[in-house]
């Protein structure tokens, strides 16, 4: 741990490659006292409401098990099935040796000053872990939840599903209703060990105000998969990642999919980078973006290392209300025999499907939520029923907002 936390004080003034700078001293990260639940029951109803709206269920209704964390304080965790651990990060460094073969092994703490800050004044995260051959069913579902206005969010989380299992997580970060700005880190180490699978799916619903920069790495082993699911639709002031995934066992697949909304004054820049390393492995980033006068960076890179990978690119955006969304694809494969291809395109609703709608008795308001619904419809193999429930209704919010 010395080792890590002298990377990570050599790098808290490190600039971010991507994104613009934030000056973290504008926030405060004074850890903030918060009482552990018994019940989820106790939460407040305006919050459980704002959790909702993030895919989180308090009442835990088709949930494998579950955790919060309140600002800086994990205030409930645990697992309803044998074969689960759901631990709060900073219990577990303290009580699981083998914790320390998972934390910061994949990010670098010294990436940036969000990492390196993640490490200094690390507040909590969520270690969630199937184990060897379980089939957890039901997602796993976890909250990061900003209630104190200005604070300054870190937190570490490490998701494990080892050889031969199956895990399903729901990750939903939102805020208080009263709460206008705040700063969010999150560090997430994703592994996927051999013949296991593990689906993440993760909702924003942030403040307006808001500045978010999770840094996130996962690794799949031979004949794993590792499906991950990004929805951003609501406003927040700027939001950038660019999560990476290295294929490293042969047969091993990955597969991105991002829904995001950029609204006036919102500054999205997300992508997904996939490295296949191994024979067979396989490579999918599908995006979709839609501008409603905001900015929308949308990025893709694909890196085929060894012959016989296939992978597939596809970014398409939409402007609706003017706003500017820049597609950057990338493809680079380093040696002969690799399969990889890429589809971009970014424009604004053809005026003749508006028409034919209305022709059918609809509003020209009406016609123009249906076809962003229909945009935004992706099918994403694999994944529970109860997790493309949680997408659905993202999604039918969204068409609300624009009616």
């Known amino acids: 741990m010395r080792d890590i936390d002298e990377k990570a004080l050599k790098a808290r003034e ?20 918060h009482s552990a639940l018994k019940s989820l029951d106790q939460l407040p109803d305006e919050d459980r409401s704002q959790m ?10 088709g949930r494998s098990g579950s955790y919060i964390q309140m600002d800086t304080a994990a205030i409930f965790s645990r697992s309803r ?9 900073k219990r577990a460094l303290k009580e699981c040796d083998w914790i320390h073969d998972y934390y910061w092994k994949l990010v670098s703490v010294d990436v940036d000053k969000y990492t390196a800050r993640a490490q200094l004044d690390l507040h909590d995260g969520y270690v969630i872990r199937a184990l060897p051959g379980s089939k957890v069913i039901y997602p796993v579902q976890a909250c990061l939840y900003l209630d104190k206005e200005n604070l300054s969010q870190y937190v570490h989380n490490l998701i494990i599903a080892e050889e031969g299992a199956e895990l399903h997580v729901i990750t939903g970060c939102a805020t208080a209703p009263h709460l206008r700005r705040g700063l969010h880190v999150g560090i997430s180490e994703f592994f996927v060990k051999r013949n296991a699978k593990l689906s993440f799916t993760m909702i924003h619903h942030w403040a307006e105000e808001m500045v978010v920069r999770p840094r996130s790495v996962g690794i799949v082993e031979e004949g794993g998969l590792f499906l ?10 700027s939001l950038q990642m660019y999560p990476t995934t290295h294929l490293v066992g042969k047969g091993a697949v990955s597969r991105f999919y991002g829904l995001m909304v950029g609204n006036p004054g919102t500054e999205l820049d997300v992508g997904g980078r996939v490295l296949l390393k ?3 492995t396989r490579a999918e980033i599908i995006a979709r973006a839609i501008s409603n006068g905001g900015t929308i960076i949308s990025r893709g890179d694909l890196v085929g290392e060894v012959p016989g990978i296939k992978a597939h690119l596809e970014c398409r955006g ?28 970014v424009g604004k609703i053809d005026q003749e499907e508006i028409l034919y709608l209305m ?6 308001d009406e016609a123009t939520a249906t076809i962003v619904r229909g945009f935004l419809s992706v099918d994403i193999p694999g994944l529970p029923a109860g997790l493309k429930a949680e997408i659905d ?4 919010q969204t068409e609300k907002d624009m009616m």
Not at 54 to 59: F, H, N, P, Q, S
Not at 81 to 89: D, F, H, K, M, R
Not at 359 to 364: D, F, N, Q, V
């Open 359 to 364: 022709s059918r008795g609809l509003s020209e």
């Open 52 to 61: 909702l709206k993030a895919g989180i269920d308090t009442g835990e209704a």
């Open 228 to 237: 991950n699911n990004y929805i951003c639709m609501k406003p927040v002031k």
């Open 318 to 345: 939409l402007i609706l209300k003017g706003g500017v969304i820049h597609a950057i694809p990338e493809l680079r494969g380093t040696i002969d025999g690799v399969e990889m291809s890429h589809e971009a395109a």
């Open 278 to 280: 191994a024979e067979d």
């Open 14 to 33: 490190k600039k971010a490659v991507l994104g613009p700078d934030v000056d973290l001293a504008t926030f405060t990260a004074d850890p903030v006292q």
């Open 393 to 396: 209704r993202a999604v039918d």
């Open 81 to 89: 099935q044998e074969g689960l651990e759901v631990i709060p990060i």
